[in-house]
């Protein structure tokens, strides 16, 4: 049996900027956390030679291209696996629909475990390349190259996107007492609320490919932002983070009318008023988690409970994808 798993992650700055409609004009930045929540992937040969899929469905079939999960069925395709029948199981730790980029952390582990299925040795940017090709390129998805890539490599890194495409990949140098402060001080709130990300992000794609100056010049800000974060992170600044956090939401908000509601928008201004200084909802937005800074999580964590939301206990992690 071949195992594999892959991390969930969160944006600490430039989010947005990943998508091809925009990173194609202007180049595209940001800073990406791998966390301790992970997707997991199960494969074990079959007698029959079928294929045995159980996600939160069950398909048992005969051939690769009768499979209904549109990433195993390409997956399988582009590792010229239709001929070797297979039991895939896959599970998380943290539910779709929240924010951390689980449709690629299940698209890196379930390739990784695939190469592990027929032998190879695949290295991490590979491995980030082929879940691109698979979610942007086969099946055109509107999402950009973040999640893939924070998946693959795991820790805490800067992406710089070329206009051609091309991820370079480097950690960010951030001080350890640093790391230990952002970590112990960071929070995680559960909204209730599941979103599809696609819906979110394919709005935002529209109106940069229509050359939209309103959302151009807010993703050109939220990149500048990203950079921001990254020279605060550096320099051990954390206040300074905190509220690049707060401008970062704001500017997120303007990009869609989906992006949060009313009880999103409440909890968000009564957290800043017990103990968090700084915050925004992770992911593409419309639900998912709301991640705040606070120096004081005692109070935060208490008026939180208080108005309803559940923490979810989340640390950085250091690892990507890997077999087990």
Known sequence: MIVAKSPLRITLGGGGTDLASYYEKKGGFLISASVDKYVYVLINKTFDNMYLLKYSKL???????????????????MLDLEKSGMEICSMADIPAGTGLGSSSAFTTSLLCALHGFRGDI?????????????????????????????????????????????????PLEMPQETFYN?????????????????????????????????????????????????????????????EIMNIHWEYKKKRSNGMTNPEINEWYDYALKNGASGGKLIGAGGGGFLMFYAENKVKLRDAMGKAGLEEVRIRLGKGGAKLL
């Open 122 to 170: 695949v290295d991490t940017r590979t491995l980030a390349e082929e879940a691109c090709e698979i979610e942007i390129g086969r099946l055109g998805e509107p999402i950009g190259k973040q999640d893939q890539y924070a998946s693959s490599y795991g820790g805490i890194i800067c992406m710089t996107i070329q206009k051609d495409g091309y991820v370079e990949v480097m």
């Open 59 to 77: 398909e048992h079939v005969k051939k690769v291209s009768e499979l209904k999960h549109p990433i195993v069925r390409e997956a399988l395709r």
């Open 182 to 242: 952002l970590e112990d001080n960071l929070a995680f709130f559960f909204t209730g609320y599941s979103h599809s990300a696609g819906d979110i992000l394919g709005e935002q794609d529209r109106q940069s490919k229509c050359g939209n100056g309103d959302m151009i010049k807010n993703l050109d800000f939220v990149k500048q932002l990203g950079l921001d974060s990254k020279r605060a992170l550096e320099n051990g600044d954390l206040g300074q983070f905190a």
